[in-house]
């Protein structure tokens, strides 16, 4: 199994993860371990949330440390809020690394199920560095913007 220390996982879920990640059905994991196939569903569940509240952690980070960081609101247009990226970075002196189609690809894809309509439906966080990366955090949702489906996430 690996080392758990220093992790957010603890080492149920670290052998649960493992032994699924082998091909082991829930059940399986269940008799293996002697628990539950539902407390093993449990722990797989507790598992994920824990990984992806640390990746969320990471991606937060990762955008509070570029050089200039802005908030784009909920309800914004994708349009918009690629032109606000643009306007960033010429009032900073920083070229962004993207053309337009990239750009938006490049937002587009960890924005979409924060999405729908072309606006995005959460407070989001932008940060652009020196070499004109651009990075982006979905923050809270924005429960006011109407047509959105939290589970959807």
């Known amino acids: 199994m690996a080392a758990v220390d220093s992790?957010?996982?603890?080492?149920?879920?670290?052998?649960?993860?493992?032994?699924?990640e082998q091909g082991y059905t829930q059940q399986e994991v269940a008799e293996k371990i002697g628990t539950t196939d539902s407390n093993v569903s449990a722990v797989e569940r507790a598992a994920t949330k824990n990984v992806e509240k640390a990746k969320r952690t990471l991606r937060l980070v990762d955008t509070l440390s570029a050089s200039v960081t802005f908030e784009v609101p909920a309800g914004t247009h994708f349009g918009d809020m690629i032109e606000m990226v643009y306007s960033?970075?010429?009032?900073?002196?920083?070229?962004?690394?993207?053309?337009?189609?990239?750009?938006?690809?490049?937002?587009?894809?960890?924005?979409?199920?924060?999405?729908?309509?072309?606006?995005?439906?959460?407070?989001?966080?932008?940060?652009?560095?020196?070499?004109?990366?651009?990075?982006?955090?979905?923050?809270?949702?924005?429960?006011?913007?109407?047509?959105?489906?939290?589970?959807?996430?």
């Open 7 to 20: 992790t957010i996982l603890t080492e149920r879920q670290v052998e649960v993860l493992e032994l699924r």
């Open 88 to 153: 960033h970075g010429d009032t900073c002196d920083i070229k962004i690394a993207y053309c337009r189609p990239e750009l938006y690809s490049y937002l587009y894809e960890p924005l979409e199920k924060y999405s729908a309509g072309n606006k995005i439906r959460r407070n989001v966080e932008i940060g652009l560095t020196h070499d004109g990366d651009v990075r982006v955090f979905p923050g809270e949702v924005n429960d006011a913007i109407s047509g959105f489906d939290e589970t959807r996430q």
